[in-house]
């Protein structure tokens, strides 16, 4: 159940909104939106999970944009090499 601290924030997935903005993709730095019930990098795409309250800002278990099939051609990734 929610604490008071989540509570209303179904549109940040049970994240509060000044904690939301200050996360960044691990990969690309840039901002997460929320998007389709998890946190989508705005630069690269890959879209992290929140489970419990907790952002799963892990590359390996993010779900990648159509058509990627590795984090190593995510384009945050290519501009980098």
Known sequence: MPDESTR?????LGL???FLALLRCPLGKA???VRDGALVCTRCGP????ED???ILLIDDA???EGVESAADLPCQREES
């Not at 209303?8 to 940040?12: L, N």
């Not at 879209?47 to 929140?50: G, L, Q, S, T």
């Open 47 to 50: 879209a992290f999970r929140v």
């Open 8 to 12: 209303g924030h179904a549109e940040t």
């Open 16 to 18: 509060a909104p000044d």
């Open 53 to 55: 309250g907790i952002p």
């Open 31 to 33: 901002e997460l939106e």
């Open 63 to 65: 779900k990648l944009p």
